[in-house]
C-alpha cells in the first residue's frame, strides 16, 4: 500500500477515536435541535456565512432555545431577548459558568477574570471591580484619563489637515491607553514601537478568532489542533503579549512600594504577598497575567471597534452626525471638553452611541457560559456544565424591541417627546454575573471620545454615503469593521 494512502487511513483513524473519546454520554434532557451525525454533530447544518447565519435557520425550525452539536459536544443556544434574560437574570447564578472559546483555550486555560469559574472566578471578580473602581476614581479619575487621551487624539487629527486616514490604529490608542493608564499605571506615546506593536498583535489577533477558520477550529479543536492552522498565529500573538505583560509585572515587583501602590499590577501582588501562607490562594502569578491579558484586550479591542463602527455609520448617515454636531454646540459649545455631565443633556447623542452598539453588534453569539449545577429551564434540564451561547444579536436586533431591527435608526432609543428611553433588549455588554467587567468605563469611553472628536472636526469620506459598505470583514465570535478612510476636517 503506498505511503501517502497508509498516512491517510492514519489520519482518519486518529481522527475517529479523538471523536469518539470526546463525544459526550448523554443524559438529561436538552431541547430540541437537528439530529446529530454521529462523531461530526450538526456540521451539515452549518451555514458557509457562519455559525450566527447557522443558528438563525435552525431557530427557525426549533424556536427561541435549541441544542446543536457543535463537532461531537451538544451546546444550548438562547435566541432572543426574553430567552436570554430568563437564564441569565432570572437564573443568573446557575447560568454563571464560563465555556470555552477552543482558539484561545490553550493560553487562558480557566486563569484569568474572564474565562475562571467557580471560586478562582468569584475572588478574581470581586478584587479586579474593586481594584479597577479604585483606579477609575482615585487621584485622576477615569474622566480625567479620558479627557486627556480625547486631547491628544484630537492633535493628531489635526495633523492630517483633513487627508484620508484609516483611523484603525489611533482608536485602538486611545482606548489602550485608558485600560494601561488603570493596569500598568502609565500611557504610551502614539509612535512607540512597542505598543504599536501590541496593538497590531490585538486586532491580527481579534479578526482571527472570528474568522470562519476559528470556527471551523471551534467543531473540532480536538483533532484540528495538531495541525497548522489560525489557532497556532493566535497562540503566537497572545503568547508575545503575555511575555510583554511579564517582564512589565517583574519591573512592577523590582520598584514596588507597599505604601504606594500605582495600578492594577501592583495592587495584585500585594494581595499576592498577603495571601502566600494561604496554600490554597488564586492570587498567583498565572492569574496576574492572564487577567491582565484579558483587560487589556477586552478594554483595547471592544470599544477601538465600536469607534471603527460608529464612524463608519456617520461617513453613511451623514445627517445624523450634524444633529450629533447640533446638540453638542447647544449643549458644550466649542470652547472646554465634553464631561460625564453632559451626556444627561445630550439625548440624541446617547441615542446614536447606543444604536451604534446595537448595529455594529460586535459579539454576535456571546461569549460562552455553561450551567454550575444540574438546571431546570423551560421544561429542560441541562446537566451540569452543559455549555450556554447567549446569542446577543439576536437580542440586539429582536423585532418585538426594535421597530426596523436591521437598519440603523436612533429613534430606537428615543421617546415621543426627545428622551432617551429604556430597552430590555440593548445587552451589548451581555446581562448577568457575567456582565462585562469594564462596562462603565466603555460607555464613558464611547459617550467622550464621540463627542470630543464631532466638536472638532466634521466629517468626510472619499466614496459617497450610498456607496460606503457597512458588511464586516470577518463575523464570527466578533464582528469586525471593513477598514475604510476618512476625513477629519477642523470646524
Known amino acids: 500500500?503506498?505511503?501517502?494512502?497508509?498516512?491517510?487511513?492514519?489520519?482518519?483513524?486518529?481522527?475517529?477515536?479523538?471523536?469518539?473519546?470526546?463525544?459526550?454520554?448523554?443524559?438529561?434532557?436538552?431541547?430540541?435541535?437537528?439530529?446529530?451525525?454521529?462523531?461530526?454533530?450538526?456540521?451539515?447544518?452549518?451555514?458557509?456565512?457562519?455559525?450566527?447565519?447557522?443558528?438563525?435557520?435552525?431557530?427557525?425550525?426549533?424556536?427561541?432555545?435549541?441544542?446543536?452539536?457543535?463537532?461531537?459536544?451538544?451546546?444550548?443556544?438562547?435566541?432572543?431577548?426574553?430567552?436570554?434574560?430568563?437564564?441569565?437574570?432570572?437564573?443568573?447564578?446557575?447560568?454563571?459558568?464560563?465555556?470555552?472559546?477552543?482558539?484561545?483555550?490553550?493560553?487562558?486555560?480557566?486563569?484569568?477574570?474572564?474565562?475562571?469559574?467557580?471560586?478562582?472566578?468569584?475572588?478574581?471578580?470581586?478584587?479586579?471591580?474593586?481594584?479597577?473602581?479604585?483606579?477609575?476614581?482615585?487621584?485622576?479619575?477615569?474622566?480625567?484619563?479620558?479627557?486627556?487621551?480625547?486631547?491628544?487624539?484630537?492633535?493628531?487629527?489635526?495633523?492630517?489637515?483633513?487627508?484620508?486616514?484609516?483611523?484603525?490604529?489611533?482608536?485602538?490608542?486611545?482606548?489602550?491607553?485608558?485600560?494601561?493608564?488603570?493596569?500598568?499605571?502609565?500611557?504610551?506615546?502614539?509612535?512607540?514601537?512597542?505598543?504599536?506593536?501590541?496593538?497590531?498583535?490585538?486586532?491580527?489577533?481579534?479578526?482571527?478568532?472570528?474568522?470562519?477558520?476559528?470556527?471551523?477550529?471551534?467543531?473540532f479543536s480536538g483533532f484540528l489542533k495538531y495541525f497548522p492552522g489560525t489557532h497556532r498565529q493566535i497562540s503566537r500573538n497572545l503568547q508575545e503579549i503575555l511575555d510583554y505583560i511579564g517582564q512589565s509585572v517583574e519591573k512592577h515587583r523590582a520598584t514596588l512600594d507597599p505604601s504606594n501602590p500605582r495600578d492594577f499590577i501592583d495592587t495584585y501582588l500585594l494581595r499576592m504577598e498577603k495571601e502566600k501562607s494561604n496554600q490554597h490562594t488564586e492570587f498567583d502569578h498565572q492569574n496576574l497575567v492572564i487577567s491582565v491579558l484579558s483587560l487589556f484586550f477586552a478594554g483595547t479591542e471592544t470599544s477601538s471597534t465600536t469607534l471603527r463602527y460608529g464612524f463608519l455609520l456617520m461617513l453613511k448617515y451623514p445627517h445624523v452626525a450634524e444633529k450629533v454636531q447640533k446638540e453638542i454646540d447647544q449643549v458644550i459649545g466649542s470652547h472646554r471638553l465634553p464631561t460625564l455631565e453632559d451626556r444627561t443633556k445630550m439625548p440624541y447623542t446617547d441615542a446614536v452611541i447606543y444604536e451604534i452598539q446595537r448595529f455594529s453588534d460586535l459579539i454576535?453569539?456571546?461569549?460562552?457560559?455553561?450551567?454550575?449545577?444540574?438546571?431546570?429551564?423551560?421544561?429542560?434540564?441541562?446537566?451540569?456544565?452543559?455549555?450556554?451561547?447567549?446569542?446577543?444579536?439576536?437580542?440586539?436586533?429582536?423585532?418585538?424591541?426594535?421597530?426596523?431591527?436591521?437598519?440603523?435608526?436612533?429613534?430606537?432609543?428615543?421617546?415621543?417627546?426627545?428622551?432617551?428611553?429604556?430597552?430590555?433588549?440593548?445587552?451589548?455588554?451581555?446581562?448577568?454575573?457575567?456582565?462585562?467587567?469594564g462596562e462603565g468605563i466603555a460607555r464613558n469611553e464611547l459617550f467622550l471620545f464621540f463627542t470630543t472628536i464631532l466638536q472638532n472636526f466634521s466629517l468626510s469620506s472619499p466614496m459617497a454615503p450610498k456607496d460606503i459598505d457597512l458588511s464586516p470583514k470577518e463575523s464570527g465570535f466578533g464582528k469586525v469593521p471593513p477598514t475604510y478612510q476618512i476625513c477629519f476636517l477642523a470646524r
Not at 366 to 386: A, E, M, Q, S
Request: hydrophobic share 40%; net charge positive.
Open 1 to 219: 500500500m503506498e505511503p501517502s494512502v497508509l498516512l491517510l487511513l492514519a489520519l482518519l483513524v486518529g481522527f475517529v477515536l479523538l471523536l469518539v473519546r470526546g463525544y459526550p454520554k448523554a443524559r438529561g434532557h436538552l431541547p430540541p435541535g437537528p439530529r446529530p451525525l454521529p462523531l461530526l454533530g450538526n456540521l451539515l447544518q452549518m451555514d458557509r456565512g457562519g455559525f450566527l447565519n447557522s443558528f438563525r435557520r435552525i431557530r427557525e425550525k426549533y424556536g427561541d432555545v435549541f441544542t446543536v452539536h457543535l463537532g461531537p459536544r451538544p451546546v444550548v443556544m438562547l435566541y432572543g431577548t426574553e430567552a436570554i434574560r430568563e437564564a441569565l437574570v432570572d437564573q443568573a447564578e446557575a447560568f454563571s459558568g464560563r465555556g470555552t472559546i477552543a482558539v484561545v483555550e490553550p493560553i487562558f486555560r480557566g486563569y484569568g477574570v474572564v474565562f475562571a469559574n467557580g471560586e478562582r472566578w468569584r475572588a478574581l471578580r470581586r478584587f479586579s471591580l474593586v481594584t479597577m473602581r479604585d483606579f477609575g476614581m482615585g487621584k485622576r479619575s477615569v474622566e480625567e484619563r479620558i479627557q486627556e487621551e480625547a486631547r491628544c487624539l484630537v492633535e493628531e487629527f489635526r495633523k492630517s489637515q483633513g487627508a484620508p486616514l484609516d483611523p484603525t490604529f489611533l482608536f485602538q490608542c486611545i482606548t489602550a491607553n485608558i485600560i494601561c493608564s488603570i493596569v500598568f499605571g502609565e500611557r504610551f506615546d502614539y509612535k512607540d514601537r512597542q505598543f504599536l506593536r501590541l496593538l497590531y498583535l490585538f486586532y491580527q489577533s481579534f479578526s482571527l478568532i472570528s474568522s470562519f477558520s476559528s470556527q471551523v477550529f471551534e467543531l
Open 364 to 437: 454576535p453569539i456571546g461569549v460562552p457560559h455553561k450551567v454550575t449545577k444540574d438546571t431546570f429551564f423551560r421544561g429542560y434540564l441541562l446537566p451540569k456544565n452543559t455549555e450556554v451561547y447567549p446569542i446577543l444579536s439576536s437580542a440586539l436586533h429582536d423585532p418585538q424591541y426594535f421597530e426596523q431591527p436591521d437598519t440603523f435608526n436612533p429613534d430606537h432609543f428615543l421617546d415621543a417627546n426627545g428622551a432617551l428611553k429604556k430597552n430590555e433588549a440593548f445587552m451589548p455588554f451581555s446581562l448577568g454575573k457575567r456582565i462585562c467587567l
